[in-house]
């Protein structure tokens, strides 16, 4: 390792472009210097993590900064040949440093001058000196140019700092800008600088200073660690790929979807981790041999030899596999594999892209690749993440350009039976069966049986009742559209998924009636959405021969709405006839066209409801000649009866309905 040399500096000479010696005297003897050469450029390189600094981390800074000069910790350097600096840790604090800068010279140019700073290149966004440059004028906050730049997603994070210092009330006159522009000169840092010029070591440094201090994050340090196999620009350019389009699958809004802010469905990490799980066995079966397992973070859970080493328990991954050709590759296949996930969850239906990933000698029918879309679809939409490990494995097996057996995309049909599963009834400990299946050369036939263990055993016993309190009890009002498509997986399970035996005898999930099933994810005449028992509104239309009112039922009860057990598919012109009744009203008038429900699922329920206390106990109000007696029979059955009778109406229905028969 390079000789390693630092002492403190102000702010100011760290930051200026004059050149600079840094005089040091080593506990050896001698005396040292580091040059810091005239215009230099700080480099900010792609290893680094994306900004992390939020508004209350920048009003510590500016509170401290505002009653005297401060010690702002190490940064640490490498002194490129050409002069050029990169920052290999300190890249936060200088990057805001300059962000605040830049500030105060935008907000007071005539009032103050601020010492002009050397250039910074931020390579994972190019366009933010551009910004800090032009005091983030509007006119450049979308401008294409600067957009494309911003490889990590990190522009509207500096956008929000940048308002904020707009906000902060420290800076709010050029007095109190000026004490703190002063401090921040005065302030002090300590530089330590290398000379080498290998990349690689340097990124070993910030793992080395970043371990041991402020842990960074899983990402962080997976990034890192790939990097310091290898830092070439093929390697920095499918990274920055994988990151981009990770972020676009994770912003594109669902179908009915709003505009607030969601936790992100499918974390970049658990792509990744997910990914390992996939194909390391497959790739590398000398590490299935000797047992390796990695946690979330990718650190390896027990001491293993491998390729004539010895690594320790807590060793990353990546550090264990030291393969430069099968990372790269692992990040190609996976970039492939995103895209294909992207055009998935963005199209409306299947693409022409995605009908020419099917390659078989056997004809694959276009209503088979459009059920293949819709159920990826739906399990990649969810917001479960642990079944999407299924459709990437499929993806990464299947999409692979070469030619498979029809039966192999046929597992399209168990894959979305057991995510439905999995998502409506198994403890998400279960996921844990999920990554061992995918681990295996036989997976397929693995997930059959996990299926039909599941539907036969105890298991599904206790899923059920899980499931019929997770969607009754102790839940606020969501408004969470997943549930509707979740009944409707449900529903589909009872209506159209069957168990065949293959010529091995082997249990496997199939479709009875491809066409059927089609038409009922597709006809949106015959089987639309009803809120059945709570309506979608917060009302419900009470008419007797004595009485016409609106009824406001308890808003605690709103949350109902939403459950699992509170939709029913039914045609269009039904839905539209019952309106807001009340469900008693509602089971009346479908009775008489029974002969128009075409989901046996949906009959099953109505069947259910009819017998259930929520319909024998809810008010006869034929009798009652007033509204407020109507009212008050209605909240003392609302408060009474509703939701002990509806959490005993869907263990019922739950327990009726006949989960992916055998035929």
Sequence with gaps: MAEIMGTVASVKRYLSPEKIELKISPDLGGESTIILQQNRKYIIPDFQREIRWEENNLSILLSDLST????????????KKDGDCQ???????????????AYIKSRYKEKLEPFTPCSIENRSFTGLSELMENGFADELLENPA????????QRQSFINLWRWLKKEELLATSATAKTILHNIETSQVNIIASHEDESNSSIR????VNLKGVQLDTEDIFKAQIFSLNLSDDMLQLWRENKAAMLTFNQTK????????????????????????????KSKPELEQEKLKFGEDFSISANLQYDGRKFFKGTHLVEVLGDIGYIKQSLRRLRKAIDVMNDIVSSSGPSDKFKHLFHCDQKIDSNQVTLVYDFFQRILLDKEVVPKILVLKYILEFFDGNNHQKKDYDSAYPIFAAASLFILFAPKKDGEKFYKIVQANDWIDKLNEWIKTFISGVELTKGKMMAAYRFTEDEEETNNMFQSVRCKALAMLHNYFVFKTNADRKKYVDINNVAELLSYLTNKDAYTLEHFIIPKGKTI???????????????KFGKYRDFLFDYIFISKNLNGNIGQLSFTAKVKKLDEHQDEIHCDYSLRYLSILKGSELFTKFPNLDQINSEEEAKECLDRYFEEDFTGAFYEFAKSLISSIDLIPCV
């Design 146 to 153: 600067i957009t494309k730049t911003d490889y990590y997603g």
């Design 541 to 555: 239309h009470i008419q007797t021969t004595q009485i016409d009112f609106q009824y406001t039922f308890p808003g």
């Design 68 to 79: 005297s000069p401060r010690f702002l910790g190490n940064i640490i350097l490498t002194i």
């Design 254 to 281: 669902e179908k009915g979807g709003t505009d607030k802010k969601v936790k992100e469905r499918y974390p970049l990490m658990k792509v990744y981790e997910h990914y390992f799980y996939c194909d390391l066995f």
């Design 87 to 101: 920052i290999i840790d300190g890249q936060q604090r200088t990057t805001v440093l300059l962000l605040i800068l």
């Design 205 to 208: 440094y910030f793992l080395d």
